[in-house]
């Protein structure tokens, strides 16, 4: 789903800090991390390895969240001012862009009397709007009740690997990509969406695609990832909202410059100013 950050004045990360203030770490910190470990070929292991995967995880979280500590963001919920409705949870599910619907409605399979199941004839009407309607005054409150839960939990986790992680992971993989590129597909589409919008992440990756080939079509992986980061940067600036590209800029194409293709630690980068670590 599309979620672009809001206002380009105040990007999103930043809206989020004196929320994060009571629950998070301060961006910097270098929060514990296992090891990734290696394929049995040699070959760096990609985001499917778990410490590969916590590092993709902390990394999106310090752009959407202006944190390493992506877990304390389950509880989150806020209309930032996108037109998109509300935002929530570890990845931004929006009311307005259907993927908060559908994390409420697998929630809902699993644990039919949930907090939140009074809400779905409200989130099917805010449905592709900036609207709240119905879903005020209770919504913001139920959804932080409903965050104690594991199994809310567990389903915020579920939609973001069905939705986002696992289709961009997948793609890259197919594409010969390893972690650095299989990280650029998932940050790219968490914010520009899978669809067909013109600067949606099938229209992102097209345009690299002229531009250069990915390693699984005899091309130079650093070149591709150029190329891809290029269309990226060039999607974000078509909406105001997307002028600060420093998620790009000064995050994964500093990994790209130091030949870090695997997403190695220690990694050090900055977002919308702030300077993160991972050791």
């Known amino acids: 789903m599309n979620r672009p950050s809001p206002d380009p004045a105040r990007p999103r990360g930043v809206l989020r800090r ?3 203030a009571l629950t998070s770490a301060s961006p910097a910190a270098a929060l514990p991390l296992l090891r990734p470990s290696r394929a049995a070929s040699g070959r760096a292991a990609g985001l499917g390895d778990p410490a590969k995967k916590e590092i993709a995880m902390r990394l ?5 969240n202006s944190s390493l500590d992506w877990k304390a963001q389950y509880a989150y919920l806020e209309d930032i001012g996108d037109g998109r409705g509300y935002t929530g949870g570890i990845i931004g599910f929006c009311s307005g862009t259907g993927d908060m619907l559908d ?18 004839p409200a989130l099917r009407e805010v449905n ?4 709240h309607g119905r879903l005020d005054p209770d919504f913001p409150d139920d959804w932080r009740r409903a965050a104690l839960d594991p ?15 696992g289709p961009a992971v997948r793609r890259a993989t197919g594409d010969g990509l390893r972690a650095l590129g299989q990280f650029a597909y ?11 919008d013109p600067d949606g992440f ?22 591709y990832l150029h190329a891809f980061l290029d ?11 997307h002028s600060d590209t420093s998620r790009v800029d000064t995050a994964q194409r500093v990994f790209l410059r130091a030949g870090n293709l695997d997403l190695d630690p220690p990694l050090h980068w900055r977002v919308y100013g702030d300077s993160y670590h991972i050791g």
């Open 18 to 20: 004196a929320l994060l």
């Open 128 to 131: 592709g709007s900036a609207s």
């Open 231 to 241: 269309a990226r940067v060039r999607a974000m600036r078509q909406e105001a909202a």
């Open 60 to 64: 999106v979280a310090s752009a959407e």
């Open 103 to 120: 994390l409420v409605r697998l929630y809902t399979d699993r644990r039919p009397d949930n907090v939140l199941a009074r809400h779905l």
């Open 151 to 165: 199994a809310f939990r567990r389903a915020q986790d579920d939609e973001r690997d069905r939705v986002y992680f």
């Open 186 to 196: 998932y940050d790219a589409l968490v914010m520009h969406g899978g669809g067909d």
């Open 202 to 223: 099938p229209a992102i990756r097209e345009r690299a695609l002229r531009r250069a080939l990915p390693p699984a079509r005899g091309g130079d992986e650093v070149t």
